[in-house]
C-alpha cells in the first residue's frame, strides 16, 4: 500500500482536496478544499477553539489583518532573518531548498547524462510581497509570513479593551503565505496555508518559562491523541541552537510519522521578549504598577498540516472496504441516513423526516443510491461514523438501525432516542 498515494487520490475522488486552479494546469504550493474537506478544516479550527479559548478563563481570541504596516515586519526581523537556504543546478538553473537532500536527488535524476553542480546556498526571503494603491508608484507591503505578529501589535489593544492580567493568552487562526522555494508533500508545504496559534504571556522568569513551557507541550500532545491519532505516530523533537527560528530562545517540535518521514506537527516556542521588545511594548501591573517586557511561549500549528495528518492517519483497509477512522468531532458528516430501499414512498418519506430532524444539530449525510452495503462502504470511505438506516419495521415501532464504521455492528435505536445516543456516542 501506497499510503500517500491512496490518501491524496481519495481526497480528491471524495471531495476533500482539490490541486488549486486545475482546470489551468494547477499553481505549485496551493490547493483548493471541496465539500469534505472544507467540513474536516472547519472541524478541526472549532474544537482547537474550543480547547484553548472557550475552555480557558485565561485566553482570548482575535482576527488580524492578513496585509499589515511593513514596519511591522522590519521590526519583527522577518524582512532580515525570515529565510531558508536556496541552491541553483548550474545546468538547468532549478532552483530548490539546499537542506532538502530528496529534491536534489529528485532533480539529479532528470540531468542522468550529466553531473548536476550546485551553486553555493544563498539566503532565500520568504516573504510574499504586493503592491498596493492605483497609482505608481505603489506602495510595497508582505502577505503575513506567520500570523503572530498580529498579536504582537495588538497586545496593548488587548489589555486595555479586556482589562486582562498577566499570565494570558490571545488565540488566532488564520491564513499565512510563504514564497516557498519548494512546496510539495501534497498540502504539507504550501504557499498558502492556515495556522492555530496561542501566544501565552508572562512575567520574564526562567523558571516559570520552563514551567509554562512543559505545560503546554504536553497539552497540545495530548490533544492531537485526544482526537485519535496514534500515540506512536508522534513524538517530541528539540530544536538545536542552529536551526531555530531567530526569534526562539528554545523551541520543541510535536512531530509525525509520515509517509515522507518524521515531519513537524506543531512547534512550541519560548519566545522571550524578543517581539514585543523589538515593537517597544510594555506591560504594567494593574496592582504594584511594576514595568516590564512580558516573555511569550507560543503554540503553533498548521490547520493544513493537521488535517493532512488526520486524513493518513486514519486511513485503513480492511478486506474489501477502505475506512477512514477519523474522530467522530473531526469526522465531516457525523451521521448519513439512508431508508432501506429507494422506491418505497413511504421509506423514503419516514427517512426525510429523521434526516431533518437529525440536521437541526449535525451535519448528516444523505444516501438513497444502489444498494445498502454500497451506501455503507461510501461512508466508511469518507469517514462517517454512524448510519442510521429506515426500513420497514422504521414504520411499525418508530425505530432505525444504527450502524458504527468501526466495527460494522448495529443498534436498534428508538428515533426518539437518537439525538441523546448520538451525544453520548460523541462524548
Not at 516557498?180 to 504550501?190: A, D, K, L, M, V
Not at 518524521?262 to 514585543?276: A, S, T
Request: net charge negative.
Amino acid at each position: 500500500m501506497d499510503l500517500m498515494a491512496d490518501v491524496t487520490s481519495l481526497a480528491k475522488r471524495r471531495g476533500f482536496i482539490y490541486p488549486g486552479s486545475e482546470i489551468y494546469g494547477g499553481l505549485a504550493g496551493f490547493w483548493d478544499y471541496g465539500p469534505l474537506g472544507v467540513e474536516l478544516k472547519n472541524n478541526i479550527k472549532r474544537q482547537w477553539w474550543k480547547d484553548m479559548v472557550y475552555d480557558r478563563d485565561d485566553v482570548v481570541g482575535i482576527d488580524a489583518a492578513i496585509i499589515m504596516n511593513p514596519e511591522v515586519w522590519k521590526a519583527s526581523g522577518h524582512l532580515d532573518a525570515f529565510t531558508d537556504p536556496l541552491v541553483e543546478c548550474k545546468i538547468c538553473h532549478q532552483r530548490v531548498r539546499a537542506d532538502n537532500e530528496e529534491i536534489k536527488k529528485e532533480h539529479e535524476k532528470t540531468h542522468e547524462d550529466k553531473k548536476v553542480e550546485w551553486t553555493e546556498p544563498k539566503s532565500f526571503n520568504l516573504m510574499t510581497e504586493v503592491f498596493l494603491g492605483v497609482t505608481e508608484p505603489k506602495q510595497k507591503a508582505y502577505l503575513r509570513g506567520e500570523i503572530t505578529q498580529g498579536v504582537f501589535v495588538n497586545f496593548q489593544n488587548v489589555i486595555d479593551s479586556t482589562r486582562i492580567k498577566l499570565p494570558f493568552g490571545i488565540a488566532q487562526i488564520g491564513k499565512a503565505f510563504r514564497n516557498e522555494i519548494t512546496p510539495g508533500n501534497f498540502t504539507f508545504r504550501s504557499r498558502e496555508f492556515e495556522q492555530m496559534e496561542l501566544e501565552y504571556f508572562m512575567r520574564p522568569d526562567d523558571k516559570e518559562a520552563e514551567k509554562v513551557f512543559g505545560f503546554w507541550k504536553k497539552e497540545r500532545m495530548a490533544w492531537y491523541v485526544n482526537l485519535g491519532v496514534k500515540k506512536e505516530n508522534l513524538r517530541y523533537r528539540d530544536h538545536d541552537p542552529d536551526e531555530r527560528a531567530h526569534y526562539a530562545r528554545f523551541a520543541t517540535d510535536i512531530e509525525y510519522n509520515s509517509p515522507f518521514g518524521w515531519k513537524e506537527f506543531e512547534g512550541i516556542h519560548h519566545r522571550g521578549d524578543w517581539d514585543l521588545g523589538r515593537h517597544k511594548l510594555i506591560y504594567k501591573d494593574p496592582d504594584t504598577n511594576e514595568e516590564y517586557t512580558p516573555w511569550v511561549i507560543e503554540t503553533s500549528g498548521g490547520v493544513d498540516r493537521a488535517a493532512l495528518f488526520f486524513l493518513l492517519d486514519a486511513y485503513n483497509e480492511e478486506k474489501s472496504r477502505v475506512i477512514l477512522k477519523l474522530h467522530p468531532k473531526l469526522a465531516p458528516f457525523k451521521l448519513a441516513v439512508f431508508p432501506l430501499l429507494a422506491n418505497k414512498e413511504e421509506l423514503i418519506n419516514k427517512a426525510r423526516e429523521i434526516h431533518q430532524i437529525l440536521s437541526r444539530n449535525y451535519f448528516v449525510a444523505w444516501d438513497s443510491r444502489g444498494n445498502i452495503g454500497k451506501r455503507y462502504f461510501a461512508q466508511d470511505e469518507i469517514g462517517t461514523p454512524w448510519c442510521v438506516t429506515i426500513d420497514f419495521q422504521s414504520l411499525e415501532d418508530d425505530t432505525v438501525t444504527v450502524r458504527d464504521r468501526d466495527t460494522t455492528k448495529q443498534e436498534r435505536v428508538s428515533v426518539d432516542k437518537l439525538p441523546e445516543y448520538i451525544e453520548n456516542k460523541l462524548g
